[in-house]
């Protein structure tokens, strides 16, 4: 656990070692929600951090995780989540990056019992030469029927020099389950753009209003949402 | 208020409209028809600055200054309206916050104060009602879910709120039925039948031009103007079509 991860590992395929390397080992935190109980947590990166968190989820209990990765430097947040019977978890989780920086993404879901529900929602605007990344197993163990789960992912890529790395990864030994996944990279669309200039938008504006409402799909059900939106508009200004 | 004067431009580096001049005063309405393909569209989408369309010769001056080398958003602060023949649907942005948002940069182009909340509400309400259209449908996100007349009429409702000079409408009734024809034609004469205001209409057919009456027809074919004349024109091609009139 003490070694410095290396390329080989697929979980730091595409991380910023050299970034890394100051801040390593990272300590784990631990998050438990007990049976039957609703927790929530909201993370904003708007400095260089790597977070690794361990989250269990206990039967009939929910909780929902919204992360803003804005990070100035290399950002990462690695989500290990077990699911008991009948659980929630929710993921909404947007990342802006722009520059050389890389920001990440990695998750594992486990269904360790029947009737969990997974979401896991990601959108990601990448300027300049910068990467973000998504890595996201889902894991259905045996007997974990009726799970459900769903993972769907977007990037938008405002420069051709910008790299998304989307991928979802399903781990399934349960009949009877149910799990998607969607991926899309593509740029902003030129015709919504245009139209919006038509009414009067300076491009700068136009592109900030459509990339807004590209990431407000992460901050959907987020209790502090507006603070969300505001620091990740903060954090766009940079890019547009 | 726009003098085209033999305008040439190309899509893709195919030349499309080759020649095209026509000069509509305050005031006045014109009509473009035209067969398929004769640049119609072209013709809107350069005026509006589109990129792609790329204008190879000739100069448009719009209230006196050279439109051509304005970007889209100067265009329209500058009063010019582009009214689109398929209105882009833009998920997660309203109608409200998309349309306050345009009317307050125009007005910050122009030097004046942004409207509030409140009194854009009062204004919005107000051309969705000349419109016929559920104020409630300004909550929605931009275009996304509305039938085509809807779209069509939301835009009338955008060019109420945005009240230009010059409007330039594509098409605008493609996809309309009977009764949306008439109340998006009369709007287009409530909103800007003024002696200060002036209208492009690009249409196909007849049927718009018998709310919205023109002071002048024209024929575009091949890229360029090839017969202008009063009213009585657009009846001539409904009864003879194009190749009858235009030949």
Redesign the interface.
Known sequence: MTALPTRADEAWRYADLAALAPVWPVATETISIDAGETAARTLVIDGAAVHDIVVSVGDGAAFAMHVLNAARGYGRVALRVTLGRGSRFHLGAAQIAGGEQTVEIVTEVVHTAPDATSRQIVRQVLGGRATGNYLGRVMVDRGAVGTDGEQSIRAILLDRGATANARPELEIFADDVKCAHGCAIGEL????L??????????A??KA??V???L??AFVGAADGERLTAAALAALEHLL | MLEIDNLYASVADKPILKGLSLTIRPGEIHAIMGPNGAGKSTLGYTLGGRPGYGVTGGSVVFDGQDLLAMEPHERAAAGLFLGFQYPVEIPGVSMVQFLRESLNAQRKARGQEPLSGGAFLKLAREKAALLKLDPEMLKRPVNVGFSGGEKKRAEMVQMGILDPKLAILDETDSGLDIDALRICGEGINAIMRRPDKAVLLITHYQRLLDYVKPDVVHVLAGGRIVRSGGPELAHKLEAHGYEGVAA
């Open positions: 669309d030129q015709d919504g245009f139209y919006l200039a038509s009414r009067g938008l300076p491009p504006a136009a209003m459509m807004q409402a590209f407000a799909e």
